[in-house]
């Protein structure tokens, strides 16, 4: 018999409340799934003006609340995944993005959405893990 997981809600008053039937995020063991995060004010909940740049912004600090309720950081996210309402705004949310990711990268995908909740512009989901990493290279 398999030994049984160990399954966290994470939630912070810092970071948006879900806009649906699910969390900001959930922590199985030591593995933390971010869901995707856009450009909400979490006072207003309304998308931060100031076009994609600004969201990214917002959606990444957002993010960042929650990491950090989940006693963990940027250093600590193992794969995001970007959706973008146009693909022509990448290098801009790519000068955004490294602002949080300084270092030790993380694995990553990006693509086009027909749509994203709200109108955004952009949406970052993440995956982590929980605890002390040690980057070999």
């Known amino acids: ?19 649906g039937p699910y969390n ?13 995060q856009i450009g909400f004010n979490p006072s ?4 931060v003006s100031g076009g994609v740049v600004a969201e990214a912004q917002q959606a990444l600090t957002n993010m960042g609340h929650i990491l950090d ?4 950081n940027f250093n600590n996210v193992v794969k995001t995944t970007v959706l973008l309402a146009d693909m022509n705004d990448f290098a801009a949310v790519n000068d955004v993005y490294t602002k949080f990711f300084t270092a030790n990268y993380p694995a990553r995908a990006a693509y086009q959405a027909a749509a994203l909740p709200r109108g955004a512009r952009i949406e970052i989901e993440a995956v982590a893990v929980v605890g002390e990493i040690h980057t070999v290279e």
Do not use: H
């Open 69 to 72: 309720a989940a006693n963990c």
């Open 24 to 36: 900001q995020a959930v922590q199985v063991n030591s593995t933390l799934y971010i869901s995707g």
């Open 44 to 47: 207003t909940m309304e998308i």
């Open 1 to 19: 018999m398999s030994a049984s997981l160990r399954r966290v809600i994470i939630s912070t008053k810092k970071a948006p409340d879900a806009i």
